[in-house]
């Protein structure tokens, strides 16, 4: 592995005229959020000279700190990912709560129970595939900063930031950024063989691309709360469905002896926007009045944000000198919280195609050498996205006949065991086009 980096920068009598540095680089990764800093890490083992550039960093993690309230379920194979990475050592050292449990039922008017357990619910436990846990409830923030962490052993890695990206040229020989210049400093422009668009649903790479996207926006909003509970921690994950869409809860990490819990709330924008005005007494009110009994009793609010749901899929996920990842390449219904996992997937995947292009001596920017990545992340995202739409569409809605229909078959599944098997593994990332570097090392 090479481990010096030599910074190509150069003056043409062009640039001195306007006092431009241009540094060059084999890749400009554009994006240090969790899938971006994730390429970055696994990239950096290959020695090329890798760029990363984002407007901030991850504010420092305070242990003594409440939960964040931006989360994710990152399932058993992105977690081998960020071990593979050498990031998930720093990860579990700050916080993660495993689940080991996900219900998944319909809630009714007049509850079906037996035991005290909906009969209408479908229960995926670790156990029925041999894994102590299904996954892990992890702050985003937290992630992140255990991926920078580990991408500051790789010296080939140049971290540029604060960075704003006026521009991307792909119309040059080799495409450049152009970067807004800060006061008292020269104006900056990269070169790159390539550059990876890791910077989220709205990116301006895949604009400045020109690659096309197909987006359908759902009629539900979503609303998010984090939530102090009291009992005992919870090692499960559920979701109720109801006609204007599910009722989550996620357990996440204690703190200083304290339970709290992740609310998830799906429903139509007006009902959104009251929900998202309430104080906080109100507000839990309302989740308790809405939400079904396996709730833990809460005892207070700590914070609620609101958002709209669309799904996106960019038209190409490579072209002449780029590659996409993650939500800039798309976006997905968050039902089963399976956006990051996907993004994580991009990444491993993303990351074994270069490597080898890199290793065969091949041009990593050309279409040829990048095209497999697509093959390989469009059909399994698409595949996934198919899946979310479907549940959403049956369970969206007040049909007597479907509804009978899908309670009967949330009973059902319960009891059959081979096909809740193969259910759990391709939740947990262990069925399918699995990368490399999400099987254990």
Not at 57 to 80: C, G, H, M, N
Not at 158 to 185: G, Q, V, W
Not at 320 to 330: E, F, K, M, Q, T
Request: charged share 20%; hydrophobic share 40%.
């Amino acid at each position: 592995m090479t481990n010096q980096h030599t910074e190509s920068t150069q003056k043409t009598t062009a640039d001195k005229a306007t006092d431009t540095t241009t540094k060059q680089y084999d890749i400009a990764i554009i994006g240090a959020g969790m899938v971006g800093t994730a390429i970055a890490c696994g990239l950096g083992r290959t020695g090329l000279r890798i760029a990363i550039l984002d407007k901030a960093e991850p504010t420092p993690f305070d242990p003594e700190k409440t939960p964040d309230i931006r989360v994710s379920a990152l399932s058993y194979a992105s977690e081998q990912i960020l071990k593979n990475l050498g990031a998930w050592e720093h990860i579990s050292n700050m916080r993660v709560c495993p689940y080991r449990r996900m219900a998944v039922t319909e809630k009714l008017d007049i509850p079906l129970n037996f035991s005290g357990a909906p009969l209408n619910q479908t229960l995926f436990d670790s156990k029925d595939v041999g894994y102590p846990y299904l996954g892990n409830i992890v702050e985003n923030r937290v992630t992140q900063i255990g991926l920078h962490k580990a991408m500051k052993q790789y010296s080939n890695i140049d971290f540029i930031c604060p960075a704003t990206i006026e521009n991307i040229d792909f119309k040059t020989a080799l495409p450049t950024i152009k970067l807004a210049k800060s006061d008292h400093s020269e104006s900056i422009q990269i070169e790159a063989k390539l550059i990876i668009g890791a910077d989220g649903a709205l990116s301006k790479v895949r604009e400045w691309a020109a690659i096309g996207l197909n987006s359908n926006q759902y009629k539900q909003q979503a609303l998010v709360a984090t939530v102090e509970y009291k009992g005992q921690q919870e090692d499960i994950t559920w979701q109720s469905f109801t006609s204007t869409g599910p009722l989550a809860f996620l357990p996440l990490m204690d703190v200083n002896d304290k339970h709290y819990g992740s609310l998830v709330w799906y429903d139509l924008p007006d009902k959104i926007r009251a929900l998202t005005d309430m104080n906080n007494d109100a507000f839990i009110e309302e989740v308790v009045k809405n939400f079904p009994p396996q709730l833990p009793p809460l005892i207070t609010l700590l914070e609620k944000g609101s958002f709209t749901l669309v799904k996106r899929h960019a038209q190409h996920y490579v072209g002449n000198r780029v590659a996409l990842a993650g939500d800039a390449a798309h976006t997905i219904n968050p039902l089963a919280g399976q956006g990051v996992n996907l993004g994580f997937q991009d990444a491993a995947t993303l990351i074994e195609i270069i490597s080898d292009a890199h290793d065969q001596g091949k041009d990593i920017g050309l279409v040829g050498s990048l095209k497999e990545y697509e093959q390989r992340r469009k059909s399994e995202n698409l595949k996934m996205m198919e899946v979310m739409d479907f549940f959403y569409h049956m369970f969206s809605n007040d049909n007597p006949p479907l509804k009978l229909l899908r309670n009967i078959g949330l009973g059902l599944a319960d009891k059959l065991p081979f096909g809740k098997k193969k259910v759990i593994k391709y939740a947990m990332g262990l069925e399918g086009n699995i990368p490399k570097l999400a099987k254990p090392a």
